[in-house]
Antibody, heavy 120, light 107 residues
């Protein structure tokens, strides 16, 4: 069965960096777009980034463009989110999610989320 | 970026009620609109994709409609397990956006 397991969250000081990972299993990782979505405490969902099935294209929300980088290692079936220059407002639960084999596809599988807290 | 506006932000309803949630896009998005259900402490679950297609395994009391800029999620007969927050999402452009969510509470 499809499984997505995030890791790498924790407490980090403002201005520092953190890398999240998402281990994928149960499907052909190299044929699906992948996404990161976050949810600040008590708030709605915020889409952050997507990466094409082959890693050739990436797209970002304005709120994280230039600070966050999405990437994938097909040999390890793992999705990453490199987060730099972290701010208090980046505090949230971060979810990875599977898109489809075409760009417009909905997010049909989600991980359980990993909490990132940005605080001094 | 495209802004997605859901209404209402919250609603109270009883078991058996018909519930409607609307989502409006700030620009034309064709039928590239999805709906998710989220319960506290859990990841979202896909309910409806492509504005009106029911995701596999989702009960038929859920339905979606609309195209262009205005969309609707309908629950025909609210069940106890449907009390949750519902989110719409556009996937028309490569920069996706969610609505702010609609919380469905027990009356």
């Amino acid at each position: 069965q499809v499984q997505l397991v995030e890791s790498g969250g924790g407490v980090v000081q403002p201005g520092r960096s953190l890398r999240l990972s998402c281990a994928a299993s149960g499907f052909s990782f190299s044929t699906y777009t992948m996404h990161w979505v976050r949810q600040a405490p008590g708030k709605g969902l915020e889409w952050l980034a997507l990466i094409w099935y082959d890693g050739s294209k990436e797209y970002y929300a304005d709120s994280v463009k230039g600070r966050f980088t999405i990437s994938r290692d097909i040999s390890k079936n793992t999705l990453y989110l490199e987060m730099n220059s972290l701010r208090a407002e980046d505090t949230a639960v971060y979810f990875c999610a599977r898109g489809g084999t075409v760009t417009h596809s909905a997010l049909d599988y989600w991980g359980q989320g990993t909490l990132v807290t940005v605080s001094s | 970026d495209i802004q997605m506006t859901q209404s209402p932000s919250s609603l109270s309803a009883s078991v058996g009620d018909r519930v409607t949630v609307t989502c409006r896009a700030s620009q034309y998005i064709s039928f590239y609109l999805n709906w998710y259900q989220q319960k506290p402490g859990k990841a979202p679950k896909l309910l409806i994709y492509g504005a009106s297609s029911l995701q596999s395994g989702v009960p038929s009391r859920f339905s979606g409609s609309g195209s262009g800029t205005d969309f609707t999620l309908t629950i025909s007969s609210l069940q106890p397990e449907d009390f949750a927050t519902y989110h719409c999402q556009q996937t028309y452009f490569n920069v996706w956006t969610f609505g702010q969510g609609t919380r469905v509470e027990i009356k």
